[in-house]
């Protein structure tokens, strides 16, 4: 079945740690997003890649880092330096390079839930 | 700057009935796209309808159609007949063209949402 993949489901971390959250697709999509989505909030843009090996900040990229070695696959770190990771992880891909027609349509994976100790 | 406003935090609604979930945007721009996604208690954000903004009848997909008013600047979601599976989080969306500088791209931003309880 093509879809989005996100490891792990639920991740702890110590405060002063880096960790990385897995984003995989199999839908052959050029696009791929981060989100990042606090209780109670919509979701707000982290960083955003059109096509392998590039990547833009969005709002909030700021104590994040992301890479873009494979079509299939994004990667987010959180850094030590974000001061709030908490929260909820929301990766996305569309089909077209991001942002290439208003019409392009976002897919989802299941998220990843980030709580620091 | 673009802003999406869904003014309901929450609904209720009885199963079998009609629920109306509002969505009020601002954008000076003419080209723009306009998307709802439904969020259950899973996490999972799932794509419901789109409508663009030169689209001049209402875009519809089984129960789910979208309530296009462009001089009012809305887009509401109307879903008929409520099943109890429909009750989650719904969030509207809005896509038009970001500056230059960032490559001009068609990027969405959400609004907070809207929870919606579908009760028996």
């Known amino acids: 079945d093509g879809g989005i993949t996100q490891s792990p489901k639920y991740l702890f971390r110590k405060e002063g740690q880096n960790v990385t959250l897995s984003c995989e697709q199999n839908?052959?999509?050029?696009?791929m997003y981060w989100y990042r989505q606090d209780p109670g909030q919509g979701l707000r843009l982290i960083y955003y890649?059109?096509?392998?090996?590039?990547?833009q900040k969005g709002d909030i990229a700021e104590g994040y880092s992301v890479s873009r070695e494979k079509k299939e696959s994004f990667p987010l770190t959180v850094t030590s330096a974000q001061k709030n990771p908490t929260a909820f992880y929301l990766c996305?891909?569309?089909?077209?390079?991001?942002?290439?027609?208003?019409?392009?349509?976002?897919?989802f994976g299941p998220g990843t839930r980030l709580t620091v100790l | 700057a673009q802003k999406i406003t869904q003014t309901q935090p929450g609904m209720f609604v009885q199963e079998k009935e009609a629920v109306t979930l509002d969505c009020t945007y601002d954008?000076?721009?003419?080209?723009?796209?306009l998307f709802w996604y439904k969020q259950p208690s899973s996490g999972e954000m799932i794509f419901l309808i789109y409508?663009?903004?030169?689209?001049?009848q209402n875009a519809t997909e089984g129960r789910y159609s979208l309530n296009f008013q462009k001089a009012r600047k809305s887009a509401n979601l109307v879903i008929s007949a409520s099943q109890l599976g429909d009750s989650a989080m719904y969030f509207c969306?809005?896509?038009?063209?970001?500056?230059?500088?960032?490559?001009?791209?068609?990027?969405?931003?959400f609004g907070r949402g809207t929870s919606l309880i579908v009760h028996p």
């Open positions: 996305a891909s569309s089909m077209l390079p991001s942002g290439s027609t208003v019409t392009d349509t976002q897919y």
């Open positions: 839908l052959n999509h050029d696009a």
């Open positions: 890649s059109q096509i392998v090996n590039d990547f």
């Open positions: 954008t000076s721009d003419q080209s723009y796209g």
């Open positions: 409508q663009g903004s030169y689209d001049e």
């Open positions: 969306a809005m896509s038009l063209r970001g500056p230059q500088a960032s490559g001009g791209s068609y990027i969405p931003t």
